[in-house]
């Protein structure tokens, strides 16, 4: 419901600060449903810094709306042809980007993975969603929530709102992840961690 990429919105801020402060003069983001894409793009925007957002074809095709708005605060939005034509392929090109152009260019990373710092940041600048929980409740006479649920693409969401509530055994929470026609379908469900999961490389040669 928030217009600026839903809770995307919270770590690019933050990481934009960053950006800045390291006198990068550019943003480089990855989007599938093009809600990180346009975060970045409004931040970008915001701060003056040029923008440039990597959506999967097929993404870029589904996605129009959000590839308009991001166009429309100023940001390239770069279709790529190649491969699955989605979000790994995506990644893959935002990566390529960050390497040649590493002195001039921050990589905002839109979830909470990749290579340390980034998880542990993106849940800093997420932990916003459970502070303020812990602060709303109390306006209905609880002092915490007995469950929380959150879906699960990244990870930023659910890490945001459960960091908070992480150590209080009586909060239960409940990370929801999309299974398609169920986890035993490779490449028919969006949950990666289910089925036999395997130590591996993710980026790299
Ligand atoms: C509105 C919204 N919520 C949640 C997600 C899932 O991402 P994450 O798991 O990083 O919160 C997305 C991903 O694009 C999203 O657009």
Same mark, same amino acid.
């Given at each position: 419901?928030?217009?600026?990429?839903?809770?995307?919105?919270?770590?690019?801020?933050?990481? !934009?600060?960053?950006?800045?402060? *390291?006198?990068?003069?550019?943003?480089?983001?990855?989007?599938?449903?093009?809600?990180?894409?346009?975060?970045?793009?409004?931040?970008?925007?915001?701060?003056? *810094?040029?923008?440039?957002?990597? *959506?999967? +074809? @097929?993404?870029?095709?589904?996605?129009? &709306?959000?590839?308009?708005?991001?166009?429309?605060?100023?940001?390239?939005? /770069?279709?790529?042809?190649?491969?699955?034509?989605?979000?790994?392929?995506?990644?893959?090109?935002?990566?390529?980007?960050?390497? !040649?152009? /590493?002195?001039?260019?921050?990589?905002?990373?839109?979830?909470?993975?990749?290579?340390? &710092?980034? &998880?542990?940041? @993106?849940?800093?600048?997420?932990?916003?969603?459970?502070?303020?929980?812990?602060?709303?409740?109390?306006?209905?006479?609880?002092?915490? &929530?007995?469950?929380?649920?959150?879906?699960?693409?990244?990870?930023?969401?659910?890490?945001?709102?459960?960091?908070?509530?992480?150590?209080?055994?009586?909060?239960?929470?409940?990370? @929801?992840?999309?299974?398609?026609?169920?986890?035993?379908?490779?490449?028919?469900?969006?949950?990666?961690?289910?089925?036999?999961?395997?130590?591996?490389? /993710? +980026?790299?040669?």
């Amino acid at each position: 419901m928030n217009h600026t990429g839903a809770h995307k919105i919270n770590h690019c801020l933050g990481q !934009a600060l960053l950006a800045k402060r *390291m006198g990068k003069k550019r943003l480089i983001a990855e989007t599938r449903a093009g809600q990180h894409g346009l975060a970045t793009a409004t931040v970008a925007a915001k701060f003056g *810094m040029e923008c440039i957002v990597y *959506m999967g +074809e @097929v993404d870029y095709k589904r996605q129009r &709306p959000n590839v308009f708005w991001m166009e429309s605060l100023g940001a390239t939005v /770069v279709p790529i042809k190649h491969g699955t034509r989605r979000l790994k392929d995506a990644v893959t090109a935002a990566i390529q980007d960050w390497i !040649a152009n /590493v002195d001039d260019s921050y990589y905002l990373l839109g979830s909470a993975l990749g290579p340390h &710092p980034y &998880p542990s940041m @993106v849940r800093g600048f997420q932990s916003i969603i459970g502070l303020e929980v812990k602060e709303q409740i109390t306006k209905y006479g609880e002092t915490k &929530p007995s469950y929380i649920i959150a879906c699960v693409g990244g990870g930023s969401n659910s890490i945001g709102i459960f960091n908070t509530f992480l150590d209080d055994k009586e909060v239960n929470l409940i990370a @929801v992840e999309a299974g398609g026609k169920g986890v035993k379908e490779i490449g028919d469900h969006a949950s990666r961690l289910n089925n036999d999961p395997k130590i591996g490389v /993710v +980026e790299g040669l």
